[in-house]
């Protein structure tokens, strides 16, 4: 196994203040460094259902907004005449 063990707190800045001491006899074991694994990728949707809605709704009222313009104008053309 690996040991620290403190050294002189007065050394100059950058150097550690533990030094690593291996065993003379057994064995030495290292730990596993943590590596990256790659994840299957997982799709998003480009747009939310809720967004979809909100702009399925703004759709129909802009529809709504135009039929009642193009009836009001034909009202004031059949006034006119």
């Known amino acids: 196994f690996l ?4 050294l ?6 950058g150097k550690s203040l533990f030094r690593e001491v291996l065993p ?12 990256m694994v790659l994840c299957k990728p997982k ?3 480009l747009k939310s259902v809720t967004l979809e809605k909100l702009e399925k ?3 129909a009222a802009q529809e709504t ?3 009642q313009e193009v009836a009001q ?4 053309q059949q006034s006119q005449q």
């Open 3 to 6: 040991k620290a063990t403190p």
């Open 8 to 13: 002189d707190a007065t050394m100059p800045e």
């Open 57 to 59: 709704m703004q759709r």
């Open 24 to 35: 003379k006899q057994g064995q030495l074991s290292v730990e596993d460094v943590a590596t």
């Open 73 to 76: 104008r034909e009202q004031q």
């Open 43 to 45: 799709l998003l949707p």
């Open 65 to 67: 907004i135009r039929q």
